[in-house]
């Protein structure tokens, strides 16, 4: 079953094509050319090829566009400069005093640490404990060090983010780990078992284009399908009145304007309601896979409160129904369609940010961290006077130790 979906995958952009230049055919050539400017209805017949071509354009050119571009894997993010990152932080309304560290490494993976990959606990603690608090340093000086352990050692990856920086963990506050990739899996990351890799906000695997939809080609993805919907609904549109009118004057009927008729009502149907659900995921900042079960899903989130120990954390959790990614409808647009609005109806340019980080709710992010600090707080408290017990135990017997001898 497997082997007969990755077949039928590898097919689907010929069936994809060849529907497109099929209706292409029909409605520019037999209704077009052959009905409209035979009949010397010239006017209509231009409006018809402009209206047509620029949406069957937009539509080969988004498709293309998502089968080019890959959606992004954590192992094979494209570096960003310091500016990029800056520009996307998810701490961009939090004050920091310069005069203390201000990043982290939180995702640095080397094989070499966990070869076998027998023991994610073990080995995703050691690596905490070594790389994120030896991997502290003023912001251009971590950027420099990075950069140089990122190209010593390919395998690796890191990513710097502001304090206190929160993320998605488990719900003992460790990593979330990848066993078949045997690398950390960012916020937002899923693996694809039919790509059998991770995918950077994962959205879903589409067979019509042979692969994953994630971070990095999700808006040629919307693009295809809100072009694909309003090629469809004009084939249609536009037959009608072209059939009626054959009806009336000729003998024959022409079958295939009934096919492109068929065809146009099917693929319109199905692919306005698609780009009508995809807008909302778009305006709320969720994926289809976060859509899954989105009311009472809930999300473990680890703070890092200090740089210096990388035990220093607590660990909370968001309520049902919660958003963590969602900055208001305008913001959320812009997280996908990118800054500069004269490309947002193009598939050109990328995404904000290099699909590793992501801003959270502001107000959902404060309280987040203030739970977090609080429930810090009370296991340190009881640490203490565990602690405080522990000696006074020793103390006491020690004690009861010399009499008796």
């Keep these: 079953m497997y082997s007969l979906t990755i077949f039928v995958g590898r097919f689907m952009p010929v069936v994809v094509l060849s529907l497109v230049g099929y209706t292409y055919y029909v409605f520019v050539f037999r209704i077009c050319v052959n009905r409209l400017i035979d009949y010397d209805k010239i006017a209509q017949a231009v409006i018809y090829l402009v209206i047509y071509n620029i949406l069957f354009v937009m ?34 309304d939090v004050t920091v005093n310069v005069s203390q560290p201000t990043t982290f490494t939180i995702h640095h993976f080397n094989p070499v640490t966990n070869p076998i990959n027998t023991s994610n606990a073990d080995a995703l603690l050691q690596m905490e404990n070594a790389f994120i608090k ?14 140089n352990a990122a190209t010593s050692n390919p395998s690796s990856s890191s990513i710097m983010v502001s304090m206190p920086n929160i993320f998605i963990s488990k719900r003992d506050g460790r990593l979330r780990w990848c066993d078949r990739c045997n690398y950390v899996k960012p916020d937002r ?12 906000k994962m959205d879903h695997h589409c067979p019509w284009v042979n692969g994953c939809v994630g971070y990095f080609n999700y808006k040629c993805f ?3 399908i809100v072009y694909t919907s309003l090629y469809a609904d004009f084939a249609f549109a536009a037959t009608i009145p072209v059939l009626v009118e054959q009806l009336k004057e000729d003998k024959y009927l022409d079958i295939q304007l009934i096919i492109i008729m068929i065809f146009g009502f099917i693929f319109g149907l199905l692919l306005t309601g698609f780009t009508l659900v995809h807008t909302t995921y778009v305006l709320r900042n969720r994926t289809t896979i976060e859509s ?7 999300y473990n989130v680890r703070v890092q409160f200090d740089v210096e120990n ?5 660990v909370t959790t ?3 129904g919660e958003n963590l990614w969602n900055l208001g409808w305008k913001k959320n647009w812009k997280d996908v369609m990118g800054n500069k609005w004269w490309l947002w109806f193009i598939p050109f340019g990328k995404p904000p940010g290099d699909g590793l980080i992501y801003s959270f709710n502001p107000d959902l992010r404060t309280r987040l961290i203030d739970d977090a600090r609080r429930q810090s707080q009370a296991q340190e408290d009881r640490m203490a006077m565990m602690m405080q017990q522990a000696q006074r135990s020793n103390t006491r017997g020690g004690t009861g130790g010399g009499r008796i001898l």
Excluded: M, W
């Design 59 to 92: 539509t080969l050119l988004s498709y293309f566009r998502i089968l080019l571009q890959g959606p992004g894997s954590p192992s094979k993010s494209p570096k960003q400069s310091e500016q990029q990152r800056n520009s996307h932080s998810p701490d961009d």
């Design 134 to 147: 030896d991997s502290v340093s003023p912001t251009v000086a971590a950027s420099t060090s990075n950069t």
């Design 189 to 200: 990351c899923h693996h694809c078992s039919e790509c059998d890799t991770c995918v950077l």
């Design 222 to 224: 919307y693009l295809f």
């Design 292 to 298: 899954i079960s989105f009311r009472t899903r809930t």
């Design 310 to 314: 990388p035990l220093g954390y607590g």
């Design 318 to 320: 968001t309520q049902p």
